[in-house]
């Protein structure tokens, strides 16, 4: 999309590979820049270099009384590579007929349907008229029109638009094309959108920004699995059709006109460069990750052994992951309750692939758990998201990768998410290379609804009616406990062996940047959760991790003292969310003193 108006971002929009630059006259022009912006459109596309691009003019809505000289524009372009005419507010099959017989035949249409009106009359709009060629869904103004506010990066609640929409297009033989997102600097997000945009069916996607495009041209494109399943398709027709056998299978799977139709439009889009293939024993270094990398890891099925270990290790006291009746008093399960600790060790563990030399873990970000319970079965997703080389101040070069990071139950049904940020060495130094703002991008994307992840069938009468402290309704905003039991941290390989980690400095004492063994991150979480506890005996779990911050490294042998804090106490209609900050210090046999190690805000729920 570029503004009519605006004759430089012409110039720049020449440069960028998009399918098809936009000139906007509707809502990126001022009503007093109208005509100036149609005679910096004609002057544009009149000059030769645009003779092969794909065009389209956005013209003013239907009942504009600047629409005749919109379309009289169109028309004088008609020599120009075959401009179309963008129409948008379509709310009815009848607008596109008039201004198709307005610009007669020649000149394709594309709807763009950013009404509610639009929504429900799609079917008719599509066809309407042959020279429709594409609907395409416009989110800002049919956002407005709904009342619709803070739904730019909530997918979901677009699916019923975006059905409808991809539906009729489908019907009718028209290209469908989602809306742009809306929001610039945020690339995770854009992929995300544009991911599912494509999942669901959709062709392309509108860009707002030339930043944008790049990341939705590798969304669209087809990666070579999908190129290789393409080309053995299509293999398998030519060699049936060179045999007279009308059978034909590819991996076990009869071929159908559908997957034959599928293998085509694969094989016409652009292909996607898959990541090179990495040896088992050779972790990568900052430099051989990318943005989009994707790591998997074997499932974890989280045993009663598996329980017990951990709390041998880290000592955490959660009721419901101590006592079975209990448990299935309040949470009405079978089994007893998986430690929210526990699950997270494994998710993390799971996620060590592209951090196998991690130096230290910096931080946590927007981590939000379900509850689990004993015999589930856990599978991690671990995604590259953002990029950015660390100040070496001296020491070896270094760059932190944000990693987006979901686990999911056999049924597919997301248990965590989260983010964190490895620092990995680099194999040189390069200060030309800055990246991206991996804090920024954290703390944009990691931003969940806690109340959400509030069990709605769970019951906390069986905690209440034999309370071991204070329950919520007596706790107050601002309390603070100070333990002076400390912890010593011991069985720091096996709680990361445990939970599948892969990161060399956790077991291999030459392996990381201090000269020992370092202590797993999750290890002194877990061992804050115990104390935790101490605190509020009668917790009943942890839903989220708003933010986690490591501030220093932990050794085996340290010993672990907390403060916590309770922030904010947010009531529900059973129990209260607690908002709790947890500051741990380390303290070694020969230290004077200790040292911050982590400053952990979580929230929890409690009876």
């Known amino acids: 999309m570029v503004p009519g108006h605006a004759v430089r971002m012409h110039e720049k929009a020449l440069g960028v590979s998009a399918d098809e630059v936009v000139f906007d006259l509707e809502d990126a022009v001022a009503p007093g820049a109208k005509q100036d912006a149609r005679e910096a459109i004609a002057r544009t596309l009149g000059q030769a270099e645009w003779m092969e691009r794909s065009v389209a003019v956005r013209v ?57 009106e639009g929504i429900e009359a799609v079917a008719a709009i599509a066809g309407s008229t042959p020279q429709l060629e594409a609907l395409i869904l416009g989110y800002a103004d049919l956002a407005t029109a709904l009342g619709r506010r803070g739904a730019e990066r909530d997918i979901d609640r677009w699916l019923y638009y975006q059905e409808a929409l991809l539906s009729a297009a489908r019907a009718a033989g028209l290209q469908a094309i ?3 997102f809306l929001r610039l600097g945020e690339p995770l997000w854009l992929a995300r959108a544009a991911r599912a945009a494509r999942e669901l069916g959709f062709d392309g996607k509108w860009a707002i920004h030339p930043e944008q495009v790049e990341i939705l041209n590798r969304a669209f494109a087809a990666a070579e699995r999908e190129v290789r399943w393409a080309g053995s398709v299509t293999d398998a027709l030519a060699a049936s059709a060179r045999s007279g056998d009308a059978a034909v299978r590819v991996g076990g799977a009869m071929v159908d006109e559908a997957m034959r139709a599928q293998a085509h439009r694969l ?7 898959e990541s090179a293939a990495r040896s088992l024993d050779r972790p990568p270094y900052y430099e051989d990750l990318a943005v989009d990398d994707m790591f998997r890891a074997p499932g974890l099925t989280i045993t009663a052994a598996h329980a017990a270990l951990h709390q041998a290790i880290v000592g955490d006291r959660l009721r419901l992951s101590l006592d079975e009746p209990l448990c299935r008093e309040v ?36 981590l939000a758990a379900r509850p689990v319970h004993l015999g589930v079965t856990v599978r991690t997703t671990t995604t590259v998201v953002a990029k950015r080389r660390a100040s070496s101040s001296g020491s070896r070069p270094r760059g932190m990768v944000l ?52 069990p709605a069938h769970w019951r906390l009468d069986g905690l209440r009616r034999e309370p ?20 010593t941290v011991t069985s720091a390989p096996e709680l990361a062996r445990l939970s599948l980690n892969l990161a060399m400095t956790h077991t291999d004492a030459t392996a990381g940047a201090h000269g020992q063994r370092l202590v797993y991150g999750g290890h002194v979480i877990g061992i804050a959760a115990s104390h935790l506890t101490r605190a509020l005996p009668d917790l009943a779990t942890v839903l989220a991790w708003r933010a986690c911050d490591h501030l220093g490294p ?41 040292r911050p190690v982590l400053d952990w805000r979580l929230t929890g729920l409690m009876p």
């Open 468 to 487: 071991l402290a204070t329950l919520f309704g007596a706790l107050r905003p601002g309390e603070s406990w100070s333990l002076e039991a400390g912890e």
């Open 331 to 366: 949470t009405g399960a079978q089994s007893t309750l998986a430690h929210p600790m526990l699950v997270c060790d494994v998710a993390i563990g799971q996620s060590t692939g592209p951090s196998g030399r991690v130096l230290g873990n910096l931080f946590y970000r927007g």
């Open 267 to 273: 094989l016409a889009l652009p292909r996607r460069p």
């Open 60 to 116: 003013n809505a239907a009942g504009s009384s600047e629409l005749a000289a919109d379309l009289e524009l169109v028309r004088g372009l008609g020599g120009s590579g075959g401009v179309t005419v963008v129409v948008p507010k379509v709310d009815g099959p009848d607008v596109l007929a008039g201004i198709a017989a307005l610009l007669g035949d020649g000149i394709g249409l594309q709807a763009l349907i950013e009404t509610p």
């Open 178 to 180: 989602d809306g742009p």
């Open 554 to 594: 932990t050794f085996e042998g340290d010993l672990l003292r907390s403060e916590i804090t309770l922030e904010e106490l947010e009531p529900l209609d059973d129990g209260g969310l607690v908002h709790a900050r947890i500051i741990v210090a380390a303290q070694a046999e020969d230290d004077d003193d200790p």
């Open 403 to 454: 990693l987006h990071v979901t686990a999911v139950d056999a049924d597919g049904q997301v248990v965590l998410d989260y983010y964190r940020c490895p620092l990995l060495p680099t194999r040189s130094d390069d200060p030309s290379e800055v990246g991206d703002d991996v804090q920024g991008v954290a703390d944009r994307a990691a931003q969940h609804d806690v109340h959400d992840l509030v």
